[in-house]
């Protein structure tokens, strides 16, 4: 899983 | 970021500014769906909360300040200043059909289970069936006007370029997001028909 992500994109 | 991210900015910007002019110049909303559009507006609501949480670029909060703001102004303008104009009787899709399963589906199936991480799972399964009630709408009128197809498609470009680019993300980045290539995949299948028609119709 990947946790804390960092949704960057629109 | 790679020249697939951005032309699918682009097109996705495109395709809601042509939508917009069409119906301010045309001062009417005839075969637009007011339910899709209030879905698009639910979409960028709960996806960019991170507006207040999360800086990532003067570019990212630009670009998703106004799409929020012209996804607002798009629900007045059909459901307000040219209401009258507005063609509720054939935008007849059943919107709990499309929100109940995507509501439970965000609680299911999401990278972390916290508000924010939930909501944006939500936006990006609502996203992908959310031009539904247009294309419902669509086939029961079986007629769209010229500018309605070219929104469209742009938005059908801004989606394969979407894919387009998490392909270069994952080769280059090693980067990808399970949940959105999923429902992008899907979300580009429902356009493949509008595709279809769109060259076909084009040539007659």
Request: zero cysteines.
């Given at each position: 899983s990947q946790k804390g992500l960092k949704h960057d994109e629109l | 970021m790679n020249i697939f991210r951005?032309?699918?900015d682009v097109s996705h910007l495109l395709a809601i500014i042509i939508?917009?002019?069409k119906i301010v110049k045309s001062k009417s909303c005839a075969g637009i769906s007011g339910k899709s559009q209030i879905l698009f507006a639910l979409v960028f609501t709960t996806r960019y909360l991170d507006l207040f949480t999360n800086f990532i670029s003067v570019y990212n909060t630009v670009m998703k300040v106004v799409f929020l703001v012209c996804a607002y102004i798009t629900v007045y303008m059909i459901y307000v200043k040219f209401r009258k104009t507005f063609?509720?009787?054939n935008d007849s899709f059943r919107l709990?059909?499309?929100l109940v399963p995507v509501t439970g589906l965000s609680f299911?199936?999401?990278h972390s289970f916290t508000p924010l991480e939930i909501l944006w799972t939500f936006s990006i399964y609502l996203e992908s069936v959310a031009i539904l009630p247009q294309l419902f709408m669509i086939s029961k009128t079986g007629e769209?006007?010229?500018i309605t197809t070219h929104y469209l498609f742009f938005l059908g470009l801004y989606r394969a370029l979407y894919i387009a680019n998490w392909v270069w993300r994952y080769h280059t980045e090693n980067f990808?997001?399970?949940i959105a290539v999923v429902s992008g995949v899907v979300q580009t299948i429902f356009y493949c028909d509008?595709?279809?028609?769109y060259v076909t119709k084009g040539r007659q």
């Open positions: - | 951005i032309l699918g939508l917009l002019l063609d509720s009787e709990e059909f499309l299911l199936e999401n769209a006007e010229t990808y997001d399970q509008f595709f279809y028609l």
